[in-house]
């Protein structure tokens, strides 16, 4: 059974062909565009439910996974995958041959905390489609899209018992770090409140033309104190558009900064490395497959748009406390960028 689905499922090299199938989806306006329009409604709908009800969100934005950013989720799900059939002693000759390849391009610390992953997700059971690599190598957040609780009132308009109470302690709260403590669980528990909202309102996804993905929805609760609510949709007429949508508080985006307890530098293939400027070209190059392509909503509630960053935002965004806006780099980091761009701007 287990070799015919290996035979059924079978592609010449899986990561490769995966890379390709997301990069054309990353490439893909219609879908860009739907995600697009989703960020401005979704952003719109929260402002109708709670903005008169005592609460105020962050500003909503947008994310494009970056070319090296699939790149390197692709493979770590592949080495991921490949350790699994290895262990459930499932593994070919050939895929053995494939999986050394990979090893041999991350280093013994990334390896070694990939390993542990992948046994704590089989003493779980979670196996996964090892046998159908289409499947276990499908990215859902190409583009992902993040909404935020930035204020919650003392007297909020929402019937939650349990948010209440929290409002109550932090009213009540005559030492700094508690009244902090209950402001964080306020804006988290508001993020919840709006998920479960979300995600049980069948009437509204249809509207969205949005279903959830089986599994779609989970809390993520760290020990590094990251708290968040991450949802997969997909659209119903297109389910292969799919996106990842983010709801937490304001405080959690702080926590990814860099030398906070979530630094996204901490996890593997995170890191941030700013590329070399010697070679303006490499450099350019360099930068167009390492950003990612983020946008924001502006405007009030009247006239809600969307802001799409460009190259020179795009690196400030990205690379914000990794440079010094004081030093000689960051000046000719700018420099280069501005050229590019006006370079682009005449091709036009």
């Given at each position: ?12 090299n899986?990561?490769?062909e995966?890379?390709?199938?997301h ?10 565009d739907?995600?697009d329009?989703?960020l401005?409604?979704?952003?719109a709908?929260?402002?109708d439910?709670?903005n008169?009800k005592?609460?105020?969100m962050?500003v909503?934005?947008g994310?494009e ?8 989720k692709i ?10 059939l ?5 593994i070919?000759?050939e895929e053995?041959i494939r ?12 390896m ?5 992953k992948?046994?704590e997700?089989?003493?779980k059971?979670?196996?996964?489609l090892?046998n159908n ?7 859902k957040?190409?583009?992902?899209i993040?909404?935020?609780v930035?204020a ?7 019937e ?10 932090r ?18 528990r508001?993020?919840k ?8 309102n069948?009437?509204?996804?249809d509207k969205?033309n949005l279903?959830?993905l089986e ?15 991450h949802?997969?949709f997909?659209?119903?007429d297109k389910?292969e558009y ?5 709801i ?13 307890p ?5 996890r ?7 590329p ?18 983020y946008?924001?909503v502006?405007?009030d509630?009247?006239?809600l748009?969307?802001?799409k960053y460009?190259m ?12 010094d806006?004081k ?5 000719e ?5 501005r ?10």
């Open positions: 059974m287990k070799n015919r689905l290996k035979e059924q499922y079978a592609v010449s899986p990561m490769i995966s890379v390709n199938r990069l054309g989806l990353k490439h893909n306006e219609e879908y860009i739907r995600v329009q989703t401005l409604q979704l952003s709908i929260f402002y439910e709670y008169d005592g609460v105020r962050g909503p934005r994310r996974k970056s070319i090296k950013s699939i790149f390197t493979k770590i799900l592949e080495i991921k995958r490949l350790y699994k290895y262990i459930e002693k499932q070919t000759d053995i999986l050394k390849k990979i090893i041999n391009s991350i280093s013994m610390e990334e070694l905390e990939l390993e542990i992948v046994r997700e089989i003493e059971g979670e196996i996964g090892i690599p289409v499947e276990y190598l499908k990215l957040d190409v583009m992902a993040c909404l935020t930035g919650v009132d003392d007297v909020v308009g929402i939650d018992e349990k948010l209440n109470e929290i409002l109550q302690n009213k009540s709260s005559t030492v700094r770090e508690d009244y902090k403590k209950y402001n964080e669980m306020a804006r988290k508001v993020a409140i709006w998920t479960d909202n979300l995600i049980n069948k009437q509204l996804l969205l279903e959830l599994n779609g929805y989970v809390h993520r609760e760290k020990a590094n104190g990251y708290s968040a609510e949802v997969k997909r659209y119903k389910p799919m996106f990842e949508l983010q937490k508080s304001i405080h959690q985006e702080r926590l990814s900064k860099k030398g906070a979530a630094d996204h530098e901490r593997l293939g995170k890191k941030r490395l700013i070399d400027t010697k070679n303006k070209k490499t450099f350019i190059m360099n930068l167009l497959y390492t950003l990612p392509g946008r924001a502006t405007g509630r009247e006239k748009e969307l802001k460009s020179l935002e795009n690196t400030i965004c990205y690379y914000d406390d990794y440079l806006p030093t000689e780099q960051y000046s980091i700018m420099q280069i960028i050229e590019e761009e006006e370079r682009a701007m005449i091709k036009i």
